[in-house]
């Protein structure tokens, strides 16, 4: 019998061998002489515009388009509804309204303010960011779940400029799926262009003729693309945590369902032979029980995803045996995953031991296709490990605040000489005259 997840015992691994697990998807992203290439074709756009989007697009898409055709047309726009199904059509207005419940309630409590000490008020202020730009891959299929995913928390914030990039079909006249156009129509987006993914990136970020410039960029992609926006931030250009190859874990015991599991196992090991998918258990039975039906399952995949996944679950990943629950949520906190599903018999137990993950998904009823579709949580997440600094997009990540205070001038007077103690220690003089000058104007 094939045995198609591979076995780690955990306890069994030198401190190199747990290392070399951990770390996955950032050697391609800091490849040398990937970096060198992109800084040459950032610097390309920025400085030709038009003309150097459009030799991306041809070189590396085959794709001859001139710089009047990069903005998506109206009549595009209105063509691609007769291009995708209807039923592929309501599900995107679904996962919408999903994704517009979640992040208006993550803006909620957006300005707030408290008297930190009588008289003495604190308090944020939350405004949108001045502008957005929005990156969404073509190049290995459709995904207008991604639009879905980051579009709708940028429209939901207030952002008042969006413009959507998406590299176009391969090989055609310029052609952008249309079901990322019904996404962005829906959403009353209408600034779309497109652009190979790395020269994309930089046009959103410093802007051409036809694309306008924007404060923020963002998005998903291959490690061209996330090199080109770890590339555009050194030219104080707005980012996101890097979106890397797809990964997910699984912490399960005994009394999860094995055809559920393996299904599960393989949502996200499909995406790519760079993918990752982890089973985290302290129970020998739950891998003996689901190899096979791993075995039939992948079988069944078509290829390449049958490839893919084999390796995201054999080379890449597989199952981690731990000596118990307790190691289990040490391991998925150092493995900090983009996606994570708890499948044990008390879930909140081990979720309350959970510290770095992009997401959770409670039980085997909540399966990482449904959070990447349709439920309306984040589903951009951070991978690589990112987990352990930072989140998945949300409205916030195209927000900031605004620190406030007021001080009366007894709650100046009370802290004046703790003011004046810390400005004369870092030897600023003039800090501490602003408070002499109030509290003594005539001395």
Excluded at 84 to 99: D, G, L
Excluded at 293 to 300: N, P
Excluded at 389 to 417: H, N
Aim: hydrophobic fraction near 50%; proline fraction near 7%.
């Amino acid at each position: 019998m094939n045995r198609p997840l591979a076995v780690r015992v955990w306890a069994g691994l030198a401190p190199e061998d747990r290392a070399a697990f951990l770390a996955r998807g950032l050697d391609d992203i800091f490849d040398p002489a990937l970096q060198a290439s992109i800084i040459d074709l950032v610097a390309e756009v920025r400085a030709e515009g038009d003309a150097a989007v459009c030799r991306a697009l041809e070189r590396f898409d085959g794709c001859v388009v001139a710089p009047d055709r990069l903005r998506v047309t109206d009549a595009e726009f209105a063509a691609a509804r007769g291009e995708i199904p209807e039923a592929v059509q309501v599900a995107i207005r679904h996962a919408i309204v999903h994704s517009r419940r979640f992040n208006e309630r993550a803006l909620e409590h957006g300005d707030w303010r408290f008297d930190i000490e009588p008289g003495l008020m604190v308090g944020e202020k939350r405004t949108a960011i001045a502008s957005a730009g929005l990156f969404v891959p073509s190049g290995k299929g459709s995904f207008p779940s991604v639009l879905v995913q980051i579009g709708t928390p940028a429209v939901v914030a207030g952002v008042p400029e969006i413009a959507v990039v998406v590299p176009p079909i391969p090989g055609s006249d310029g052609k952008v799926d249309p079901a990322v156009l019904i996404v962005a129509e829906e959403l009353g987006l209408r600034e779309v262009f497109r652009a190979n993914g790395p020269a994309g990136v930089a046009a959103l970020a410093f802007g051409t003729e036809s694309i306008p410039a924007c404060r923020k960029v963002l998005g998903p992609g291959s490690p061209p693309v996330a090199s080109a926006q770890l590339e555009i931030q050194r030219h104080g250009v707005g980012g996101m945590q890097i979106l890397a190859a797809s990964e997910s874990l699984i912490i399960a015991d005994a009394t999860a369902n094995s055809r559920l599991l393996a299904a599960d196992l393989l949502n996200e090991a499909e995406h790519g032979t760079d993918s990752a998918a982890v089973l985290v258990t302290w129970e020998p039975e739950v891998i003996e029980r689901v190899q096979p039906e791993l075995e039939r399952q992948l079988a069944a995949l078509p290829e390449p995803r049958r490839t893919m996944a084999a390796a995201a679950i054999g080379i890449n990943g597989g199952a981690v045996l731990v000596r118990d629950r307790a190691e289990a949520i040490e391991v998925a906190n150092l493995y900090a995953p983009e996606h994570m599903q708890l499948a044990t018999a008390d879930d909140e137990a081990v979720l309350a031991g959970i510290e770095h993950a992009g997401e959770v998904l409670l039980g085997q009823h909540t399966p990482f296709s449904a959070g990447n579709y349709l439920i309306g949580i984040p589903a951009t997440l951070p991978t690589s490990g990112y987990a352990r600094v930072t989140s998945g997009v949300t409205s916030l990540a195209f927000t900031k605040t605004i620190s406030l205070a007021r001080a009366s001038a007894d709650a100046l007077a009370v802290m004046a000489p703790d003011i004046v103690a810390l400005a004369d220690h870092e030897g600023f003089p003039a800090h501490a005259a602003v408070i002499h000058e109030r509290l003594n104007p005539h001395s």
